[in-house]
């Protein structure tokens, strides 16, 4: 009972920034953390940054020092601010939000996916 919308892709040039946002309804109360992926084509997804609901975050290495996970637990809201873009950041980039209902039970929540290009 989560539904996830993504915005805010779209094509850039290198050494640009994009900043995507996802807004969450339904069943908001009950969500854990929420995180960014990406899929670029002829990859898997891979997980490029993760937040906790008490706002702890990681990322993966290769995006470290450029991009910035933050969500807005009054909003319902999670951005990812990228900057210093690069080729290899062309991906289509989804939202994920984990969510535990009344008994504990885990489940996950994907956006659509917005697509992001790096390109000059």
């Known amino acids: 009972q989560v539904q996830l919308v993504e915005s805010g892709g779209g094509l850039v040039q290198p050494g640009g920034s994009l900043r995507l946002s996802c807004a969450a309804s339904g069943s908001i109360f009950r969500i854990t953390a929420m995180s960014w992926y990406r899929q670029a084509p002829g990859k898997q997804r891979e997980l490029v940054a993760i937040?906790?609901?008490?706002?702890?975050?990681n990322y993966a290495d290769s995006v470290k020092g450029r991009f910035t996970i933050s969500r807005d637990n009054a909003k319902n809201t999670v951005d990812l601010q990228m900057n210093s873009l690069k080729p290899e950041d062309t991906a289509v980039y989804y939202c994920?939000?984990?969510?535990?209902?009344?008994?504990?039970?885990?489940?996950?929540?994907w956006g659509q996916g917005t697509q992001v290009t790096v390109s000059s």
């Open positions: 937040i906790t609901r008490g706002g702890n975050t």
């Open positions: 994920n939000a984990g969510h535990s209902d009344r008994v504990g039970i885990l489940s996950n929540y």
